[in-house]
């Protein structure tokens, strides 16, 4: 079992800057798929970032379109712990962010489905204001 619990969420003005921590309990196998989802009032839930960990390094990293160039996705293995740095925020990137895991990661490369993930934390809010 893989608990996930978020933290780092908060409110700034457009143009700032947050970073997102997702403390992971531990990992059970050696390939996992980490990712961050968020989901505005109203909307569907889409996929933010993806980052691979192939026996505890980081491998690739996958980004929607709309956070690229903006937000990067890390972690540190020493604490188990999987970051969401995002810069230059937008109003639109208000929502609630949560952090999942495909624990073991066993899918086609990519930022993956909702579906994919078998791990979910509660998620932080991230409210942006112009």
């Known amino acids: 079992q893989v608990q996930l619990v978020e933290s780092g969420g908060g409110s700034v003005q457009a143009g700032g800057s947050l970073r997102l921590s997702c403390a992971v309990s531990r990992y059970t196998y050696k390939t996992n798929r980490m990712g961050w989802f968020r989901q505005a009032p109203g909307k569907e839930r889409e996929g933010v970032a993806a980052?691979?960990?192939?026996?505890?390094?980081?491998?690739?990293?996958y980004y929607a379109d709309s956070v690229k160039g903006r937000f990067t996705i890390s972690q540190d293995s020493a604490r188990n712990t999987v970051y969401l740095q995002m810069n230059n925020l937008k109003p639109e990137d208000t929502a609630l962010y949560s952090c999942a895991a495909e624990s073991p990661a066993t899918r086609p490369l990519g930022l993956g489905t909702i579906n994919e993930y078998n791990y979910w934390g509660q998620g932080t809010q991230v409210t942006v204001s112009s």
């Open positions: 980052l691979y960990i192939l026996g505890g390094i980081s491998d690739s990293t």
